[in-house]
């Protein structure tokens, strides 16, 4: 059961088209888990439409909309049946929503190890403001104590893990702010996937602070 969404903000802001790439991928994520959110934007979209059509009209100069015609033209593309399909061959990739199947590359992902139970693999998608990564726990396994210098955004994609606010399953949409600390532990019976959008690194606490206060950071 998924029991954290996206607040009414954040879907607004996804059905304007306001959102930059990575959170707009986790929003989309989370939608292909959750009914209620997907009728939620189907609703806000609606709203959207009846807005315009109801505007007033603002006159366009024939010069204007004929660049406008011809940039659309430059945008259409061949047949997409025509175009090779990528396809990783990843262990995990089968296990994951086909949505975020298709944003992975050809062949094994890069995992990196950053703690002896936390892999991560980034994903890039041409977005220069935050990092876009699969976070990968070990069945109860548990991440590093950890802090953060900007906002994340968590998906969780397959299996389960806990913090000390709660327990979060597949589809829950979660997002932590700039100064909050939690440590992720796996449920002990599966490994936890999950989608995470980062705007900035972050800082490890405790004892491995000293050793290495900070984890890597690539906007994708």
Not at 25 to 36: G, M, R
Not at 99 to 106: A, C, E, I, S
Not at 188 to 215: D, H, M, Y
Request: hydrophobic residues 35%.
């Amino acid at each position: 059961m998924i029991n954290r969404h996206p607040e009414s903000d954040l879907l607004v802001e996804y059905v304007s088209g306001s959102l930059s790439v990575a959170p707009c991928i986790s929003v989309t994520t989370h939608l292909q888990y959750c009914k209620q959110c997907s009728d939620s934007v189907e609703s806000l979209g609606e709203i959207g439409g009846e807005l315009l059509t109801t505007a007033e009209a603002v006159p366009v100069s024939d010069e204007l909309f004929d660049r406008v015609i011809a940039s659309l033209d430059s945008l259409v593309k061949e047949d997409p049946s025509d175009e090779p399909q990528r396809q990783c061959s990843d262990t995990i990739s089968a296990e994951l929503p086909e949505f975020v199947q298709r944003l992975l590359p050809d062949g094994e992902l890069d995992w990196r190890r950053l703690s002896p139970s936390l892999k991560v693999a980034r994903i890039s998608v041409g977005e220069e403001k935050y990092e876009l990564a699969l976070h990968r726990i070990d069945a109860g396994g548990k991440a590093p104590e950890h802090d953060h210098l900007g906002k994340e955004i968590t998906v969780v994609l397959t299996g389960s893990f806990s913090d000390e606010d709660g327990v979060y399953q597949p589809g829950d949409f979660l997002v932590r702010e700039a100064g909050d600390t939690h440590r992720p532990f796996a449920a002990r019976n599966q490994e936890c996937i999950c989608l995470s959008v980062l705007e900035a690194p972050i800082r490890l606490t405790g004892i491995k602070r000293v050793l290495n206060p900070f984890l890597s950071f690539t906007p994708s």
